[in-house]
């Protein structure tokens, strides 16, 4: 595909290096039980959407907000208070 775009093929290598899935451990993302979102109360810092988009940069598909926000999201009404 690329010589159909230049004309010409980049210089590669012949024997390029791999890694074996045979002896990998394959997980589907991981879990971060402790985040300061910052959302509500501390936005300036951090809010809940670039706090989710790091995570999920690092390979983390799940957080566990801390409750060190204004007010503190510690059950489902705090939680519906903090998505608005």
Known sequence: AISKLGGVSPPM?????????R??????GFIDVHVHTRDPGATHKEDFASCTASA?????????AMPNTN?????????LAAKQ
């Open 56 to 64: 999920l940069a690092g390979g983390i598909t799940m957080i566990f």
């Open 23 to 28: 002896r990998l451990v394959k997980l589907p």
């Open 13 to 21: 290598k012949i024997h390029t290096d791999h890694i074996s899935s």
């Open 71 to 79: 007010p503190a999201v510690i059950d489902h009404q705090s939680f």
